[in-house]
């Protein structure tokens, strides 16, 4: 194994800066138990890592860690593994409270999607001009039922006479 | 009354020890991981929410037992949550790359790091083997060392 052409391929600088594909990740930390001297190369890239992003490094507004003082700290929600090695894993500890997220319930009200807003207005809006067509047509036949029996009346007694 | 609270999420944890270890890790790499949101994301408002976002979900534990320190991790876990906001807010993506001002180990390290492709999807776009593509980024820190 060429170890020199191995550090140079740049496998240790994606692993690293984590754009590495999984089998590269396995690859690299096998490598690194067995061979001391990439183990060595990936702790002096780490280095050089740090220095190259600290050049770039920009100090972020004040009022932000202001912010992160104020805000509780989460932790990042993990979802089940619903295959049966996950499933077996998951099972040994599925009571574990450190498997839930705890949400408060003392909040009694409820957030809906933003284009509910107009989609309610739209169905309101149609439901009045339904209800004013509705009454025209109404009164409509109405009256013409009433004009329609006078008209029947009047033949009635012209045919009388 | 106060424990009660801080139960419930109402009063900042500020004793806290997580509390205090965040704050810590906050100051040491909050600019290292600003810069590098920054990178991915040019716009200052989101770039802050998503640094605020990289601390408040950090895991302690996680950062400690890095390998190769918080620093890696802070830079790796920032990069994730830039790209995760970037492709969220896909409107607001500035994809556009000016090839002419750049090395090629630079486009590729632009590319890979700031707009999330893996090093097959480069290598499959430039028409580049993938051993290419990261012998280009061991180059790019390669040329980054020698300029110090």
């Given amino acids: 194994m060429n170890t020199q052409a191995y550090i140079e391929s740049g496998i240790l600088e994606a692993y ?10 396995k690859e690299v930390e096998a490598m690194q ?9 990936l702790n002096n890239l780490q280095t050089d890592i740090i220095q190259h992003f600290n050049t770039s490094a920009i100090t972020p507004p004040p009022v932000l860690r202001d912010e992160l003082m104020l805000k509780k700290p989460q932790t990042e929600v993990k979802k089940w593994d619903f295959t049966q090695q996950g499933t077996n894993a998951q099972q040994e500890n599925r009571d574990s409270k450190n498997n839930y997220v705890e949400v408060e319930f003392d909040n009694t009200h409820i957030k ?10 739209g169905v309101f809006i149609l439901s009045k001009v339904f209800l004013i067509l509705a009454l025209y047509f ?17 033949l009635k007694i012209s045919t009388n006479k | 009354m106060n ?17 205090h270890e965040v704050m810590s890790l906050y100051d040491a790499y909050s600019s290292i991981a600003y810069g590098v949101i920054l990178q991915i994301l040019p716009q200052e408002n989101l770039a802050q929410e998503t640094l605020v976002n990289l601390f408040t979900t950090l895991s302690v534990q996680e950062c400690k037992n890095c390998q190769f320190g918080s620093a890696i991790y802070i830079i790796r876990k920032a990069r994730t949550k830039a790209i995760e906001i970037k492709n969220k807010n896909a409107n607001n993506v500035y994809d556009s790359l000016i090839i002419d001002e750049k090395s090629v180990s630079e486009m590729i390290f632009e590319l890979s790091f700031r707009q999330g492709q893996t090093p097959e999807v480069i ?18 820190f390669k040329s980054f060392r020698q300029s110090n």
């Fill in chain 2, 3 to 19: 424990e009660f609270a801080q139960l419930k999420g109402i009063l900042p944890l500020h004793g806290s020890p997580v509390r």
């Fill in chain 2, 123 to 140: 290598a499959q776009r430039l028409n580049i083997p993938k051993a290419q593509v990261l012998k280009e980024i061991y180059e790019y």
């Fill in chain 1, 138 to 154: 109404y009164f409509k036949s109405d009256s013409l039922q009433q004009e329609n029996l006078r008209l029947k009346q009047e």
């Fill in chain 1, 33 to 41: 138990t067995t061979y001391p001297e990439i183990s060595l190369a």
């Fill in chain 1, 16 to 25: 690293l800066i984590g754009i590495a594909s999984d089998d590269d990740v």
């Fill in chain 1, 112 to 121: 809906v999607h933003k284009y509910w807003r107009p989609a309610f207005i």
